[in-house]
């Protein structure tokens, strides 16, 4: 008790000081300014402003606000625990603004104090290059199916306005490009932009760099936007086994699903404690994996991954975590 008294004491100060100031709240931002350099009329740009939680107290952004109507500010992750992480996301509104912009984009805190970030955006919106539409798009797909989208860049203003190439830090995109006019001021190009089968699981938040002869922009950012989905389900993917003893077993199982038929190959597991039923021969959209899980001589907190192989393509694999405690033993917490 006497501890917990002399922890309070001694951190009052430490955070009266830090409601007195606006750097407690700067600090948990690592940037605070952006140049999205020249974009092109009609591109979906945004740019994110991760904010963590680095106190002991949770912290609460109350709102946010533009100096100007070329950036629409949003929060993601209102509240955040100690470590969380959140953003402040900063997006262009390129529709309806051209030339040189800037914002001051004021995020208001006002837990554990009330606090005022400033965070500062700047751009060159060219009414002469114009994508349609402004980002390319995937929308969702499965793993090791691929994709492909479409845009139409156009430019107006000079006939020998050219792209020399199309870069991305992605192995996993493709682009072909095809001139579709040039004459009379006016220059069209139409990009095909391939999702390779190779494409990690997750949402892709990419870009690529159309390189061009202007020496005043001689690189435009195209936003690349999609979701790959795994075509396969575990569930639970968090197996909870409960509290067991020493030699104590129990039994599960687990489920597993995609859209089509398949075959399990194999499952992997770490831990001898685990074992598991034998695999099914027949393919199926739908198949019940039963385990057994005998707790070991030694006690404490249990968590491993289970690893299920199956023949879909590209070898796709599905996984569960199992957790256990294991009464009794000296490890036991």
Same mark, same amino acid.
Request: with cysteine.
């Given at each position: 008790m006497y501890?917990k008294?002399?922890l309070?004491?001694?951190?009052v100060?430490?955070f009266?000081n830090l409601?007195?100031? *606006?750097d407690?709240?700067?600090?948990?931002?690592q940037v605070r300014?952006h140049d999205?350099?020249?974009?092109?009329?009609?591109?979906?740009?945004?740019y994110?402003?991760e904010?963590?939680?680095?106190? /002991?107290?949770?912290v609460?952004?109350?709102?946010v606000?533009?100096?100007c109507g070329?950036?629409?500010?949003?929060?993601?992750?209102?509240?955040?625990?100690t470590?969380?992480?959140?953003?402040?996301?900063?997006?262009?509104n390129t529709?309806?603004?051209l030339g040189?912009?800037?914002?001051?984009?004021?995020?208001?805190?006002?837990?554990?104090?009330y606090?005022?970030v400033?965070?500062?955006v700047?751009?060159n919106?060219?009414?002469?290059?114009v994508?349609e539409p402004?980002?390319? *798009?995937f929308g969702?797909?499965?793993?090791?199916?691929?994709?492909?989208?479409?845009?139409?860049?156009?430019q107006a203003?000079?006939?020998?306005?050219t792209?020399?190439d199309?870069r991305?830090n992605d192995?996993?995109l493709?682009v072909?490009?095809? /001139?579709t006019?040039?004459g009379?001021g006016?220059?069209g190009?139409?990009?095909?932009?391939?999702?390779k089968e190779?494409?990690p699981?997750?949402?892709i938040?990419?870009q690529?760099?159309?390189?061009?002869?202007d020496?005043r922009a001689?690189?435009?950012?195209?936003n690349?936007?999609?979701?790959?989905?795994?075509?396969l389900?575990?569930?639970p993917?968090?197996?909870q086994?409960?509290?067991?003893?020493?030699?104590e077993s129990t039994q599960?199982?687990?489920?597993?699903?995609?859209?089509?038929?398949?075959?399990i190959?194999g499952v992997k597991c770490?831990? /001898?404690?685990?074992?598991f039923?034998e695999?099914?021969?027949e393919?199926?959209?739908?198949?019940?994996?039963p385990?057994?899980?005998?707790a070991?001589?030694?006690?404490?907190k249990?968590?491993?991954k289970?690893v299920?192989?199956?023949?879909?393509a590209g070898?796709?694999?599905g996984?569960?975590?199992?957790?256990a405690?294991?009464?009794g033993?000296?490890a036991?917490?």
């Amino acid at each position: 008790m006497y501890r917990k008294l002399w922890l309070a004491v001694c951190l009052v100060p430490l955070f009266a000081n830090l409601g007195m100031s *606006q750097d407690w709240a700067n600090k948990m931002f690592q940037v605070r300014t952006h140049d999205f350099g020249t974009v092109a009329k009609g591109a979906k740009v945004f740019y994110e402003f991760e904010i963590q939680n680095i106190y /002991e107290e949770d912290v609460h952004i109350a709102g946010v606000r533009s100096s100007c109507g070329c950036t629409s500010p949003s929060i993601k992750n209102e509240t955040l625990k100690t470590w969380e992480k959140g953003a402040v996301v900063a997006k262009l509104n390129t529709d309806s603004f051209l030339g040189h912009k800037s914002a001051t984009v004021t995020v208001t805190i006002d837990k554990p104090f009330y606090a005022e970030v400033q965070l500062n955006v700047s751009t060159n919106i060219r009414g002469d290059v114009v994508f349609e539409p402004g980002s390319v *798009q995937f929308g969702t797909v499965e793993k090791g199916e691929g994709g492909v989208a479409k845009v139409h860049v156009s430019q107006a203003g000079r006939s020998d306005w050219t792209i020399t190439d199309v870069r991305s830090n992605d192995d996993f995109l493709g682009v072909e490009m095809l /001139e579709t006019n040039r004459g009379g001021g006016r220059v069209g190009y139409d990009l095909t932009v391939r999702l390779k089968e190779n494409a990690p699981v997750g949402f892709i938040s990419s870009q690529l760099a159309l390189i061009t002869n202007d020496g005043r922009a001689p690189s435009i950012p195209l936003n690349v936007e999609g979701k790959v989905e795994s075509p396969l389900s575990v569930s639970p993917g968090a197996l909870q086994l409960g509290e067991l003893k020493p030699g104590e077993s129990t039994q599960k199982k687990l489920i597993v699903r995609a859209n089509k038929p398949f075959k399990i190959t194999g499952v992997k597991c770490d831990s /001898e404690c685990f074992k598991f039923a034998e695999l099914p021969s027949e393919a199926k959209k739908m198949h019940f994996l039963p385990l057994t899980f005998t707790a070991g001589a030694e006690g404490g907190k249990v968590a491993e991954k289970i690893v299920i192989e199956t023949d879909l393509a590209g070898g796709t694999e599905g996984e569960s975590v199992a957790t256990a405690v294991v009464l009794g033993g000296a490890a036991e917490t």
